[in-house]
């Protein structure tokens, strides 16, 4: 049945059964207003005329009879019951009998009997009267019970039936487009079919049919993208393997499972945390995934050995986000570890290493050897030059000696390159590797009147180090300083004792180093640039990887055009 014809039905006989109910509850009240009336109109007063009647035929008083009269003349006009009438004319033929003779006490008694007659006729009219009043109150009580307890049933029925009937199916309906909204498709509601509810379900189920449809449709067209991107990565010559945002790992094309020496069922699906516990080349690949990209993890290739040769790979991590709808940020939705195969430009690289390691090593000796013969040319024992000669020949010097310190940072730069900085850590005075990198450059400061403020505590503890590449580095530093220093300028040098370091500090007076190259001048081969003084940008490199591999730290503060300090630390010998 429909809703609505449900909804007409109940209301509408609740409706009646209430007009019904109070038409029958007047109609009652009102019979039982007019049965009292009619007790009251019809017999009450025959019996008050018949009273007063009596009285006046007892008094004997001179307007008895007059009295006598009117009240029965009332009495006549007052005739309400079967027989009354009859009796009430008997009365008058008495009446009159006795006004013609007052004495006569047989037509008295008459006279009495006739009054106690319709006295008497009346009384039982009221009993009968008051019984049938009785009997209306008892069909009242029983009909208005019957229509209310009927109204009750109803409404107590509507009551309990008709918000479930609405409100269930209102409920189911809410719930499955709940569930449509969360993309179950396959969601139905079945209602009873013949009411507006069923209507509306025939609606619903169609549109999550239609949904269902197109979705499918989709999916089968995202699928299809699906296989094509994984193909393409698999086919991808370097190896990829992507992260879920809970480092799960989702894909690794066929390159990735190679180098990992892992399979696609031991890959994909699990935790890499887990996996990189008993894979080392997985621990490396992911063990910065959560740090922000430094020059170190972008330039350091991984040496990577399978299928019995050694690759270098270098590795590029992007983290994937996107986002979302409505919302403001972007959210990390997973990673891509990508490894670019380096292996052709290391062997170039470490091919152009050699190159400047042997020629750098060759250049040496005939450098060393102009070096000799120049000083013998200075012996005037050879025999004595022309100032001319003498100026040439210092200008040679000059050019011999920067050469031989090209050729050094060179050397020393191979070593860097191909990671084989061979050092020789054992306890050295501090001091004394900074005296010698005085020593080393007394001339280049003398020339620039450039004085030297040295302080440093009394006594100072060993320190854990290659003398000779300390040696190197301090002298770069200074000479740096003195290099970039003006003249008759000051160079201070500082030596502070910290709990497990000793901290060495060169302060130059000079142009100082401008913000923006403040991390670049630790890079090889980087020159500030308008720099006019000669070099190869490579003392600061050489000096931080030599440094760092002894177990220091070397860093740089710098105010521009007020001059440079440069620190560094090395550990304490125990
Ligand atoms: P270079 O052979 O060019 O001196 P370095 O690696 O020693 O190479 O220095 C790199 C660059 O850093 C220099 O070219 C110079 O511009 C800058 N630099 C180094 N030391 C100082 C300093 N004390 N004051 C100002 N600039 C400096």
């Known amino acids: 049945m429909k809703i609505k014809t449900k909804l007409t039905l109940g209301v509408g006989l609740l409706f009646l059964l209430i007009i019904l109910l109070s038409s029958l509850s007047t109609w009652y009240v009102y019979k039982l207003k007019s049965d009292t009336e009619n007790v009251l109109v019809d017999n009450y007063r025959t019996l008050e005329y018949s009273r007063y009647m009596l009285l006046s035929l007892e008094s004997m008083s001179a307007d ?11 009495q006549e006009k007052n005739i309400t019951e079967i027989n009354e009438k009859e009796v009430t004319q008997n009365l008058r033929n008495h009446f009159d009998l006795f006004r013609n003779n007052k004495t006569d006490e047989d037509i008295k008694s008459n006279i009495r009997k006739d009054l106690f007659k319709l006295m008497d006729m009346n009384m039982l009219s009221i009993r009968r009267k008051s019984e049938m009043a009785k009997e209306t109150v008892n069909s009242a009580i029983f009909w208005i019970a019957v229509t209310g307890a009927s109204c009750f049933l109803i409404a107590f029925t509507l009551l309990i039936n008709l918000p479930s009937n609405i409100a269930d199916p209102i409920q189911e309906l809410s719930k499955s487009i709940k569930q449509i909204a969360d993309k179950n498709y396959s969601q139905r509601v079945h209602f009873e079919s013949n009411n507006e509810f069923g209507a509306l379900a025939k609606s619903f189920n169609v549109m999550a049919q239609k949904l269902e449809e197109y979705n499918n449709s989709n ?15 698999d086919k991808m010559h370097d190896p990829v393997i992507g992260l879920d945002e809970n480092m799960r790992i989702i894909f690794a ?41 430094t020059e170190v993890t972008k330039t350091k290739p991984i040496r ?17 986000s996107f986002l979302p709808t409505g919302e403001n940020s972007p959210k990390i939705i997973g990673h891509v570890i990508l490894l670019k195969n380096v292996t052709e430009y290391k062997a170039l690289d470490s091919a152009k290493t050699n190159f400047i390691a042997t020629v750098s090593h060759e250049f040496k000796t005939p450098i060393a050897s102009i070096k000799m013969s120049l000083q013998l040319l ?7 030059l022309n ?8 200008s040679i010097n000059d050019d011999t000696s920067r050469l ?19 050092l020789s850590i054992l306890p050295a005075n501090l001091l004394e590797i900074l005296q010698y990198a005085i020593n080393a450059t007394k001339t280049q400061a003398d020339f620039k009147q450039i004085k030297f403020e040295i302080s440093c505590p009394e006594t100072l503890p060993q320190v854990l180090a290659d003398s000779e590449k300390t040696a190197w580095i301090l002298t770069n530093l200074i000479s740096n300083a003195i290099r970039y220093s003006y003249e008759n300028s000051t160079i201070y040098l500082t030596v502070l004792e910290t709990p497990k370091q000793i901290k060495i500090s060169i302060k130059d007076t000079g142009q100082g180093i401008s913000p923006e190259y403040k991390d670049k001048i630790f890079n090889r081969y980087f020159r500030i640039p308008g720099t006019k003084k000669e070099g190869t940008g490579l003392g600061l490199a050489i000096s931080k990887e030599f440094i760092e591999a002894q177990g220091g730290q070397i860093s740089v503060e710098s105010e521009f055009a007020a001059g440079s300090t440069f620190s560094l630390s090395l550990n304490k010998s125990s």
Do not use: C, W
Not at 219 to 233: D, F, G, P, S
Not at 266 to 284: C, M, P, T, V, Y
Not at 387 to 393: F, G, I, T
Not at 404 to 422: A, R, Y
């Open 378 to 384: 200075e012996n005037e024992q050879i025999g004595k």
């Open 404 to 422: 031989l310190k090209i050729t050094g940072e060179l050397l020393n730069m191979t070593q860097v390159e191909s990671g084989n900085i061979q």
């Open 387 to 394: 100032p001319e000669q003498q100026k040439l020949l210092e």
């Open 64 to 74: 008895a009879m007059t009295k006598f009269d009117e009240f029965l003349s009332k």
């Open 219 to 233: 999916l089968a067209k995202i699928m299809m993208e699906k296989r094509r991107v994984e193909t393409l990565i």
């Open 253 to 293: 094309n066929a390159e990735a499972n190679q180098i990992l020496g892992l399979s696609d069922s031991e890959l994909i699906g699990f935790q890499s945390k887990d996996l990189a516990l008993k894979n080392d080349l997985l621990r490396a690949l992911i063990i910065d995934i959560d740090a922000v990209e």
């Open 304 to 320: 990577i050995f399978a299928n019995g040769k050694e690759s270098y790979f270098e590795k590029d991590i992007q983290h994937i």
